[in-house]
């Protein structure tokens, strides 16, 4: 190839290199621009006020934070009462478990109770996740209150068969 020609190419790439850049640097939009267009979606009105928090009601459905506008107050029961052999369904609320009791044989007003963590929940979970239909306990435990809500620390439970009546 000859100096000449290899000077030729040399300039072409030379000038395709610059012609480039300058396209690039044309199209990106600059950090001014950004704050400008970002500044005309928002406005220039009055100073923002910030939001205030609002207290998470999702996961409380007793006390006096019930779901349904007029809905009774449920009543807690004492830290340290014991239920005894109650029958209901494991379920997820959030990132905690919940054991909903079935009817209390009165006025079917028992809120669903939190489940505290123990082998007795792992177990119950394993129990759950190796089947798939919905399964039924019968439980045993403390109640306790916290932030106005009861919870239990279960100490025996039975998985009840699908023919098996609770009493």
Do not use: H
């Not at 669903?112 to 792992?122: A, E, G, I, S, T």
């Amino acid at each position: 190839m000859s100096k000449n020609r290899m000077k030729k190419i040399i300039v072409s790439i030379s000038a395709l290199t610059a012609v480039a850049s300058l396209a690039l640097a044309q199209t990106r939009p600059t950090t001014q621009d950004a704050q400008d267009k970002f500044d005309r979606l928002i406005g220039t009105g009055a100073e923002p006020t910030p939001l205030k928090p609002q207290p998470s009601l999702a996961n409380d459905l007793t006390a006096a934070n019930a779901v349904a506008p007029g809905a009774p107050q449920q009543q807690l029961k004492r830290e340290g009462t014991y239920i005894v052999d109650r029958v209901g369904r494991l379920t997820k609320a959030g990132d905690a478990w919940e054991f909903n009791l079935d009817s209390d044989g009165q006025a079917l007003q028992d809120p669903p109770l939190k489940v505290l963590p123990n082998l007795k929940l792992m177990l119950m979970e394993d129990q759950s996740a190796a089947t798939s239909r919905d399964l039924r306990f019968r439980i045993t435990g403390m109640l306790t209150e916290y932030r106005g809500r009861n919870c239990v620390l279960i100490e025996k439970v039975v998985v009840l068969s699908d023919d098996e009546r609770p009493f």
